[in-house]
């Protein structure tokens, strides 16, 4: 309630009556305390209730993805037409949120998505490998989904699959291993069995680091397949320079994203403060930072000429404005802000109260 408003009902409290002061009184705060509640209990809420409904959404849809795929399957297909009707199923069913020109946030991962091909749709992004036949529900998402999707699929259809990403420059895409060769696959791209030199010969990208994810978790670099690669060899000390171990490096590409975009590639220094790297030419910046809450913390611009070898040492120095917070302790002071907010609120109802008299 602002001071004009108080002012106001001050200057015209005689003509209220008390059952209308009353009914003011609550029409006023009653919403505040119920949106302030759930400012209170959304840190706790969104994540259960979106666990919740991912869990059942998952039970439900495996399923139906894992019957889809047997479905499209007719006996005695080879591996490569196996790999071919389900490449050729995802790239016509799923809709691609890349082309969307709205997007509406509406719980964790889930949005509302307008596009001029699909019209209106909802959609959910996932990382969760364990959750990705929901995509195959909801026939949505982007790159990665794709990628995810037909991976899936391939496992369902007995295939050895594997899927790509390469983050520095935002793509993934999969490779099925036919007679003992990798294929390159990417569903959302519409490209079956093309040349994996594509990217960089055909769409223009410098790739910056190239790796495969396997359906148990298993990672693996790739990047030699996809492009020709730089050694870097990097050394981190302290502003005396002595060698630091366990120094975190973390590569992020400028070859697509001016900005700088992190690739996925970290290293992480020995005993005598050394780590090497493989990595496609470009440019990029190295950032070098330690454990706990004020860290030791250095940049360094790097361009990479391919089939080279470099060295290069980072200097690292404490640094207060790359503080580092654990979950836990965000979790807790996120729970105080709110809960301080509402008592405060609470407080001023409270000293906002008047005593209106009969004049």
């Known amino acids: 309630m602002s001071i004009r408003a108080l002012d ?3 200057q015209n409290s005689p003509q209220i009556p008390e059952q209308s002061r009353i009914h003011l009184e609550v029409k006023l705060f009653g919403p505040l305390y119920l949106a302030l509640l759930l400012i209170l209990v959304s840190p706790l809420f969104s994540p259960l209730a979106y666990g919740h409904l991912l869990t059942d959404m998952e039970h439900r849809s495996r399923e139906e993805m ?10 005695n297909l080879t591996d490569y037409e196996k790999a071919e009707v389900i490449f050729e199923y995802v790239h016509a069913t799923m809709k691609n949120i890349y082309f969307s020109d709205i997007s509406i946030p509406i719980i964790g991962s889930i949005a509302l998505y307008h596009s001029k091909h699909y019209g209106w749709f909802i959609c959910m992004r ?20 794709y990628a995810m999707l037909f991976m899936r699929m391939a496992e369902y259809a007995n295939l050895t699959v594997r899927m790509v990403h390469n983050l520095g420059e935002d793509h993934s895409w999969d490779e099925v291993l036919i007679n003992g060769t990798w294929i390159v696959v990417d569903p959302s791209a519409g490209i079956f069995n093309a040349s994996p030199s594509m990217y960089e010969d055909k769409w223009g990208k410098a790739l910056s680091y190239v790796y495969a994810i396997y359906p148990n978790g298993q990672k693996v670099d790739i990047t030699s397949r996809y492009t020709k690669t730089a050694t870097l060899n990097i050394k981190v000390v302290d502003t005396n320079k002595k060698p630091l171990p366990n120094i975190k490096v973390y590569v992020l590409s400028h070859n697509y994203f001016k900005k700088g975009r992190f690739t996925g590639l970290t290293c992480k220094t020995d005993y005598n403060g050394k780590c090497t790297i493989e990595l496609g030419g470009g ?19 790097f361009v ?14 404490h640094n207060a404005l790359h503080m580092s917070c654990p979950t836990w302790v965000r979790t807790i002071i996120k729970g105080c802000v709110s809960i301080l907010v509402w008592l405060s609120l609470i407080l001023l109802n409270e000293i906002s109260k008047i005593k209106f008299t009969q004049s």
């Open 8 to 10: 106001i009902l001050k």
């Open 66 to 75: 894992y019957n889809t795929t047997l479905s499209l399957i007719p006996p």
């Open 126 to 145: 996932t990382e969760n490998y364990n959750a990705v036949d929901i995509i195959g529900s909801q026939k949505c998402g982007a790159c990665r989904e």
């Open 283 to 301: 440019a990029y910046t190295l950032v070098a930072k330690s454990d706990g809450i004020i860290p030791l913390y250095a940049e360094k611009y």
């Open 304 to 317: 990479l000429a391919e089939n080279k070898t470099y060295h290069t040492t980072i200097i690292v120095s």
